[in-house]
């Protein structure tokens, strides 16, 4: 297993910018497929991105790209998610996810992923 613990979390306007910060520690993090998912109130839980275990390969929900960059550092242990220009309908509890053994960027499903963080909120004011 790998533990995750979210951070960078806040509220924001609309247009402005956050980065999440997920801190990964147990298991080797550098052999773990990773990804960003949201949840908002009263909707399941939904993909927002992912990335391989070298970083060279990403992978984006429509509803993010051009918006949002998923980004690693294995040496620090810890996964990252820039978001800019932010909108109200990003509003959302973020979690990471850690897919241990799986080099690839293309995990999409929450069943994909095998453990999570307790997710950190952000609100984007209009």
């Known amino acids: 297993q790998v533990q995750l613990v979210e951070s960078g979390g806040g509220l924001v306007q609309a247009g402005g910018s956050l980065r999440l910060s997920c801190a990964a520690s147990?298991?080797?993090?550098?052999?773990?497929?990773m990804g960003w998912f949201r949840q908002a109130p009263g909707k399941e839980l939904e993909f927002v991105a992912a990335i391989s275990v070298s970083g060279g390969s990403t992978n984006y929900a429509d509803s993010v790209k051009g918006r949002f960059t998923i980004s690693r550092d294995n040496a620090e242990n810890t996964l990252y998610l820039q978001m800019n220009s932010l909108k109200p309908e990003d509003t959302a509890v973020y979690y990471c996810?850690?897919?241990?053994?799986?080099?690839?960027?293309?995990?999409?499903?929450?069943?994909?992923?095998?453990?999570w963080g307790q997710g950190t909120q952000v609100t984007v004011s209009s």
């Open positions: 147990g298991r080797t993090f550098s052999n773990c497929g």
């Open positions: 996810a850690a897919r241990p053994e799986y080099h690839y960027s293309d995990a999409r499903e929450v069943s994909d992923f095998g453990s």
